[in-house]
């Protein structure tokens, strides 16, 4: 099983931009697929954005697309998430995990404690 730690979280006015980072224990970090999260207060935890285990194909939710960017360093065995032009909406705590490409909602890992994200107006 992939063991991640997440860390890059903080507090940000709307517009700004942070860079999540995802980080594996297990050395085949790099034969996965892998995918960001969040969860907000009250909500129930979503999809973000997904790239494949060879860095080849990326997948974002709409809420997401065109502001944040997922890519990944497998010498590091670490994920990233750059996010931009931050949102009140985007405040939530940020998981990272390894996914089923094919359906990301298939998750291998288990959920580690995540990376908080505060966006204030």
């Known amino acids: 099983q992939v063991h991640l730690v997440e860390s890059g979280g903080g507090s940000v006015q709307t517009g700004g931009s942070l860079r999540l980072s995802c980080t594996g224990s297990?050395?085949?970090?790099?034969?996965?697929?892998m995918g960001w999260f969040r969860q907000a207060p009250g909500k129930e935890r979503e999809f973000v954005a997904a790239?494949?285990?060879?860095?080849?194909?990326?997948y974002y939710a709409d809420s997401v697309k065109g502001r944040f960017t997922i890519y990944r360093d497998n010498t590091q065995n670490t994920l990233y998430l750059h996010v931009k032009s931050l949102r009140p909406e985007d405040t939530a705590v940020y998981y990272c995990?390894?996914?089923?490409?094919?359906?990301?909602?298939?998750?291998?890992?288990?959920w580690g404690q995540g990376t908080q994200v505060i966006v204030s107006s």
């Open positions: 995990n390894a996914i089923d490409y094919t359906n990301y909602l298939r998750v291998f890992g288990s």
């Open positions: 790239i494949s285990w060879n860095v080849g194909d990326t």
């Open positions: 297990e050395r085949t970090f790099s034969r996965y697929s």
